[in-house]
């Protein structure tokens, strides 16, 4: 991958977007509330297992714009479609103007993002949503002006004004950046701290390379497998961060008074090779990391997220965590394979191994996935790709796929992660 390549990619995926790859934001920050409405709550949608909301532009021709935009808890910027920045006038100079709910926000035009990027000429908003159409990020510099709050039961996001929301939960302390609005929390795992960034709109935890490792070396029994599977494949892009990662369970993730048992986690690959990565460093952390409050090692994403209500009072810096719902150490079991997603088709970018063992036989990387127990993948989004190779351990699947445009049927086994 070029250095070009390498950049858009980090400045699109996930929860991504760091400073030097946006526009300034001013010190002041970017977002403005532009209407006497004290509290606001909008329904959530999930695509991607990625919370989406609607935001409502005000065009330069004075008409509405209904838009689905991603709230990215780890993004630091407002980032727009390239045809949405300039339908909008942003190009031109024009401040951002849009509702969510009854608030009414403006950004600064120099805040705003034109695009998400690309990789491999394909648009990252459509390489991680489509078919369902997402134009616009809610970013963490947005988000820190409220006190918000995420009901993944309720399927709301709720904004009010700083301290305007009742707390309920476990209170636990936040680091905030002043500028990003990014949110960290100091997680323990017995004396080991990982600091890691807050991040809802990532539908996994991800952590440095390096930082697995070094868990790894201690306790060998936290190993699950190589590669990434299931949600933990959330960019299903062509890279060695998936294809080479090593997946692991953290077993009682304290933070602050609150512990989270079996927390799956993908300690990500190499981007540019061992060597590369050797002379470089971790490039993809180094460079995600810059508008985070302090150093972090990753990010807790969707998958120990989404069991609780989170309230956030960023101008406190106080977090608020009810249980919904019991954690499931079962997220990732099913079909070991890590996915790539090329058009409207999926085909097999590695298959996972445990202890240098295949943990499905006759398939290769390559390979074309064309249906499931007889159901196609073509045209199928993320989410329904992941349920699809989910199943008990033991479970079978059956596949269908193609190699150098031949079919060939796989009988493959679910196996717990």
């Known amino acids: 991958m070029s250095r070009r390549s390498l950049r858009l990619f980090v400045c699109g995926l996930v929860a991504v977007l760091p400073v030097s790859c946006t526009p300034p934001i001013s010190a002041t920050g970017p977002a403005a509330v532009a209407s006497d409405a004290a509290t606001t709550r909008v329904p959530i949608v999930y695509g991607s297992q990625r919370p989406l909301v609607e935001l409502v532009f005000t065009g330069a021709d004075g008409r509405d714009r209904h838009v689905l935009a991603w709230v990215n808890m780890g993004a630091p910027a407002v980032v727009l479609s390239k045809s949405l920045y300039r339908e909008l006038g942003v190009r031109a ?15 600064a035009a120099a805040s705003v993002t034109d695009g998400p990027g690309e990789l491999d000429g394909r648009d990252l908003f459509d390489l991680l949503f489509a078919p369902r159409r997402v134009e616009a990020v809610l970013p963490a510099s947005v988000l820190r002006r409220f006190a918000i709050a995420l009901d993944p039961a309720a399927r709301t996001l709720t904004l009010a004004p700083p301290g305007n929301l009742k707390p309920t939960g476990v209170a636990i302390p ?12 100091e997680a323990h795992l017995g004396d080991r701290v990982l600091p890691l960034v807050l991040d809802a709109g990532a539908p996994y935890t991800w952590l440095r390379g390096s930082t697995a490792a070094e868990l790894l070396r201690s306790h060998p029994d936290w190993y699950q497998a190589n590669g990434a599977v299931g949600r933990s494949n959330l960019a299903m892009a062509d890279l060695g961060l998936e294809q080479d990662g090593t997946l692991l369970r953290l077993p009682d993730l304290a933070i602050g008074d609150l512990i989270l048992p079996a927390v799956g986690a993908l300690g990500t690959g190499s981007m540019l090779g061992r060597v590369g990565d050797a002379f470089a460093g971790e490039l993809f952390w180094d460079l995600w990391q810059k508008p985070a409050p302090i150093p972090v090692v990753g990010w807790l994403g969707g998958n120990a997220l989404s069991d609780f209500r989170l309230t956030i009072d960023y101008a406190a810096g106080l977090s608020y965590w009810q249980r919904e719902r019991p954690a499931d150490p079962h997220d990732l079991d099913g079909i070991g394979l890590t996915l790539v997603r090329a058009g409207d088709a999926y085909r097999v970018g590695r298959v996972a191994e445990r202890d240098g063992r295949r943990l499905v036989a006759g398939v290769e990387p390559g390979d074309r996935l064309i249906a499931a127990d007889g159901r196609p993948f073509r045209g199928m989004p993320p989410e329904a790709v992941w349920e699809l190779l989910r199943g008990r351990p033991g479970t079978v699947r059956h596949l269908d796929l193609e190699r150098d445009g031949r079919p060939l049927q796989v009988a493959a086994p679910a196996v717990p992660f």
């Open 174 to 185: 936040i680091h905030v950046d002043p500028v990003s609005g990014i949110a960290t929390v």
């Open 93 to 107: 100079g024009r401040d951002l103007a849009f509702r969510i709910g009854a608030l009414g926000i403006t950004v």
